[in-house]
Antibody, heavy 118, light 108 residues
Framework: QVQLVQSGAEVKKPGASVKVSCKVS????????MHWVRQAPGKGLEWMGG????????IYAQKFQGRVTMTEDTSTDTAYMELSSLRSEDTAVYYC???????????WGQGTLVTVSS | EIVLTQSPATLSLSPGERATLSCRAS??????LAWYQQKPGQAPRLLIY???NRATGIPARFSGSGSGTDFTLTISSLEPEDFAVYYC??????????FGQGTKVEIK
């Protein structure tokens, strides 16, 4: 059974960067398509980007292009999402999620709260 | 760019009642639509994929229907644990993997 375990909560100042990790267990990351979704307090789900196996590239939502970088360390089966130039509006819970056997988002990590505050 | 619009924003019902949630796409997504359930403080959970297929472990009271631009999630008889927020998602066109804004099912 595939499980995703994310790193702990972060508090950052405006203008800083944050890097959230997501450890995969029960499977090999190279065989999976990892995505990231965020949720601001009291708001809905927002897809940020993820790996497209058809193109072999990582694709990003237009809103985040130029500010987000998603990487993977296959030696440790850990995925990373780094968001730069943080502003207060980036305060949110960030989820990693895999494209599962159904070709949809399943399973999900437990979420990482990132707070941006001066 | 495809936009998913969910309605209503909030649905107030009692346990045992039937819930009908709608998701409308701004252009056809064929059957490339999924539904997720999210409870407070938890990550979302996949309920329905490809418009009408229940995910593993999802009770039969949850059903999905529709194709093209109009989709429905039906909960035949609400259990106390079903009061949550429900999101639809598409993967047919850019922006890939976009979500609707959600429908909250609350206890009346």
């Amino acid at each position: 059974q595939v499980q995703l375990v994310q790193s702990g909560a972060e508090v950052k100042k405006p203008g800083a960067s944050v890097k959230v990790s997501c450890k995969v267990s029960g499977y090999t990351l190279t065989e999976l398509s990892m995505h990231w979704v965020r949720q601001a307090p009291g708001k809905g789900l927002e897809w940020m980007g993820g790996f497209d196996p058809e193109d072999g590239e990582t694709i990003y939502a237009q809103k985040f292009q130029g500010r987000v970088t998603m990487t993977e360390d296959t030696s440790t089966d850990t995925a990373y999402m780094e968001l730069s130039s943080l502003r207060s509006e980036d305060t949110a819970v960030y989820y990693c999620v895999l494209v599962g056997a159904t070709s949809w988002f399943d399973p999900w990590g437990q979420g990482t709260l990132v707070t941006v505050s001066s | 760019e495809i936009v998913l619009t969910q309605s209503p924003a909030t649905l107030s019902l009692s346990p045992g009642e039937r819930a009908t949630l709608s998701c409308r796409a701004s252009q056809s997504v064929s059957s490339y639509l999924a539904w997720y359930q999210q409870k407070p403080g938890q990550a979302p959970r996949l309920l329905i994929y490809d418009a009408s297929n229940r995910a593993t472990g999802i009770p039969a009271r949850f059903s999905g229907s529709g194709s093209g631009t109009d989709f429905t999630l039906t909960i035949s008889s609400l259990e106390p644990e079903d009061f949550a927020v429900y999101y639809c998602q598409q993967r047919s066109n850019w922006p890939w993997w976009a979500f609707g804004q959600g429908t909250k099912v609350e206890i009346k």
